[in-house]
């Protein structure tokens, strides 16, 4: 039995007296894969510093966090399209996204960095990992406007099943953490209309860490906790989990 964790930050401040423990940890909870998001200029050398740490097991990805679009985007994107189109290879386009949660006043730069990097992973055949806080149905519809639209996966999804039908007929894959073990998010109820082979898991650690570690730093070694919350909500074992979501990593991602 394996894990995929499709999306974690790893390579964050918070952990960086015990990155080599931190894989240790999920290597032993049978957590062997790690797709790193990138979140700005200033985290690439971060992200590429751990991925070297184990190269076996760590899958950096390249993008620009729609938190981090500023006025400056323009120049931005010029420095994360040159990391992505260099000779380094990269597993996806990401994160990128929208979020109107702390501030709605730069959606139309946001929508214009997100739908730029979207180009870049249909010219690269990329996947992309979409952060959408407080704007999933904005994302799906900035997507509807492409000629053609990647593949990848809708990170941490929290939306109604109403999104979640509409992505799935997007081609897209709905990424699950610790969300959905908490009591009252609404989620288990959604994914019992959703098909398992449409999920992958993910920590988006160091934030997000399930039941019983809410309120605490997240990591990868905690994607098993998901896992179980997940088998009872499809009423399948622990080992059905991990067999289809981690087909399911590898495929939209490549490994």
Not at 83 to 88: A, N, Q, R
Not at 187 to 214: C, G, H, M, N, W
Not at 228 to 253: H, W
Request: hydrophobic content about 40%; glycine content about 6%.
């Amino acid at each position: 039995m394996e894990f995929v964790d499709t999306h974690t930050h790893l390579f964050a401040e918070e952990f960086i007296q015990e990155q080599t423990e931190l894989i240790n940890r999920a290597v032993k909870a049978k957590v062997r894969t790690f797709l790193l998001p990138n979140i700005d200029v200033e985290s690439i050398q971060a992200l590429k510093a751990f991925a070297e740490l184990a190269p076996d097991n760590c899958f950096p990805m390249m993008g620009l966090h729609p938190c981090s679009v500023t006025a400056d985007y323009l120049n931005t994107l010029a420095v994360i399209k040159d990391e992505l189109y260099s000779s380094y290879r990269y597993y996806g386009v990401g994160e990128i996204g929208l979020d109107l949660y702390w501030d709605k006043t730069n959606f139309d730069i946001q929508e214009k960095a997100f739908l730029t990097q979207c180009e870049w992973a249909v010219e690269l055949s990329l996947p992309i990992s979409i952060h959408t806080r407080s704007a999933t149905s904005e994302a799906i519809k900035c997507l509807k406007t492409m000629k053609k639209i990647p593949a990848g996966v809708f990170h941490c999804f929290s939306g109604s099943s109403e999104e979640a039908d509409e992505i799935l007929k997007l081609g897209f894959y709905l990424g699950i953490g610790g969300v959905v073990t908490f009591k009252n998010s609404g989620l288990q109820e959604i994914l019992r209309q959703v098909p398992l082979d449409k999920l992958v898991l993910e920590t988006d650690s160091p934030y997000l860490a399930p039941v019983p570690f809410r309120g605490k730093r997240n990591e990868s070694a905690y994607i098993p906790y998901i896992a179980e919350k997940l088998a009872e909500i499809y009423q399948v074992d622990i080992q059905r989990i991990a067999e289809v979501s981690t087909q399911n990593a590898k495929t939209v991602f490549g490994l």
